[in-house]
């Protein structure tokens, strides 16, 4: 078992380490390189390439290094991405954000697949459950990794609020700020309070650091999986080509309730990604400073993981339509007020006040989505998280790639639209599934069973 616990804390770390930097750096991206909305750009390139990457690269590479160096090889992509923001141009931040997103498929899957072979493989000798070990190493994982958030904003708050030269922002310049945004003024405004570039240097040097920690503690302290179980995966993952694969994933689409659920899916890469590339540049940073995002953002994730934990454990007693209706509530009533909200500086608090509740929302959405999908396509699994995966990334990619195009209220009444939308299609496939199997005590059991960040793998 120590040997075991060791390999999981390794990998744990190395994820907390490898994504402080990525974290911080993606919450970064809309108010660093404003210019010409390279920033917003760059992140619709990664999560493009990450819809590809996640189709094909995963058992190709898992099948030829193993996990081991798939992680290893994978987290330099993130390292790439540190070092194209050192000199931030379309010729360096794309390609390394195609270069990111196709490393970031493999190296979420080489991660499922190391604990869950390590997990089987201490089951098999102590005579447990393969499940439940399988289930505390991924709630170990996911103990250490969620604190990512926190540490890499406020690593990126710390330095960049060293800045000597603060910038006054003016009353004119603040009625550019919030919903009815100037498109072009905001990044004059943004870009005047850019911190200097020994600051931000400084920032890219700890957060390519922290890359490179990872990496080498991973090389370093990582056990490499025993043949056998590798062997034992490698036919797993030899099984399913490319294009059987790619069908299933849109086979799958066949199932009338995967169709209903593809809004609510996307909506959660709208909703994040609104609040990373809209609300950190268009409220935070042009009403208080680009310093501030990494102290929001904090608020953001600590509320999250919270939540995530707590959702978790009620759900046991309230099911989740009730999570679901609480997180659509909270997100509307957010919505709502950011359309009618003027920033202003004195007004402080308040700029903590969206992030903790849109964290509270999100939380609903990552565990009891996921959890939806592994107890409504519980024979079809890998192909309904592919769908998962799929929708998801390109939400993210519609929502970075509009960002720069269109004014903040008019993407809030588009994310106001896709979550009624999410609901009444959400309220379908509960109303098929009452339909199909009324009154069975099962259901019930199996919906509110087990911890659903586990089942998704990515």
């Known amino acids: 078992m120590e040997r075991n616990l060791k390999n999981v804390l390794v990998i744990s770390f190395g994820f907390l380490l490898l994504f402080t930097a990525y974290g911080g750096l993606q919450s970064l991206q809309s108010s660093l390189n404003s210019e010409e909305g390279l920033g917003v750009a760059s992140l619709s390139v990664l999560y493009a390439a990450l819809i590809l990457s996640s189709m094909f690269l995963p058992p190709i590479l898992i099948k030829k290094?193993?996990?081991k160096w798939t992680i290893a090889v994978s987290m330099c992509c993130y390292?790439?991405?540190?070092?194209?923001?050192?000199?931030?141009?379309?010729?360096t931040l794309i390609p390394t954000s195609v270069i990111l997103g196709l490393g970031g498929a493999p190296l979420w899957s080489a991660k499922c697949t190391y604990l869950t072979i390590a997990g089987t493989s201490y089951a098999e000798k102590a005579g447990k459950n393969a499940k439940d070990i399988i289930n505390q190493y991924f709630g170990v994982f996911f103990l250490v990794f969620q604190s990512s958030g926190i540490w890499g904003n406020l690593i990126s708050s710390l330095i960049l609020s060293q800045s000597s030269t603060k910038v006054e922002i003016s009353e004119e310049d603040l009625k550019c700020c919030g919903a009815y945004n100037c498109l072009t003024d905001t990044t004059n405004t943004t870009e005047s309070a850019r911190p200097s570039n020994s600051l931000i240097y400084t920032l890219l040097g700890v957060y390519t650091a922290s890359g490179v920690l990872a990496v080498l503690l991973v090389i370093i302290f990582l056990d490499q999986i025993k043949s056998d179980q590798a062997e034992t995966e490698k036919e797993k993952l030899e099984a399913p080509s490319f294009?059987?694969?790619?069908?299933?994933?849109?086979r799958h689409l066949k199932d009338k309730r995967q169709c209903l659920l593809i809004p609510l899916t996307m909506?959660?890469?709208?909703?994040?990604?609104?609040?990373?590339?809209?609300?950190?540049?268009v409220y935070v940073?042009?009403?208080l400073g680009i310093q501030y995002v990494g102290y929001v953002m904090i608020c953001f994730a600590a509320v999250n993981s919270l939540c995530s934990l707590l959702f978790g454990k009620i759900s046991q007693f309230t099911g989740r339509k009730v999570l679901f209706a609480l997180a659509t509530v909270t997100n509307t009533a957010c919505i709502i007020a950011l359309l009618l909200w003027k920033p202003h500086p004195k007004q402080?608090?308040?700029?903590?006040?969206f992030p903790a509740l849109w964290g509270l929302a999100d939380a609903v959405?990552?565990?009891?989505?996921?959890?939806?999908?592994?107890?409504?396509?519980?024979?079809h699994k890998e192909a309904a998280f592919a769908n998962y995966r799929l929708w998801e990334s390109l939400g993210f990619v519609i929502a970075f790639g509009y960002s720069t195009k269109l004014q903040a209220y008019i993407k809030l009444y588009i994310l106001l639209s896709v979550l009624v939308l999410s609901m009444v299609m959400y309220g379908a496939v509960e109303y098929l599934e009452a339909k199909s199997s009324p009154g069975t005590p099962t259901a019930t059991k199996k919906e509110n069973g087990g911890p659903h960040s586990q089942e998704t793998c990515m």
């Open 243 to 250: 294009w059987s694969t790619f069908l299933a994933t849109f």
């Open 65 to 67: 290094l193993g996990c």
């Open 267 to 281: 909506y959660s890469g709208f909703e994040q990604g609104f609040l990373s590339g809209d609300y950190t540049k």
């Open 348 to 353: 402080l608090a308040v700029f903590f006040v």
């Open 285 to 287: 940073t042009c009403a």
């Open 365 to 379: 959405w990552q565990t009891q989505t996921n959890g939806l999908y592994g107890i409504l396509f519980e024979k």
């Open 79 to 91: 390292i790439a991405f540190s070092l194209g923001n050192f000199y931030a141009s379309w010729y």
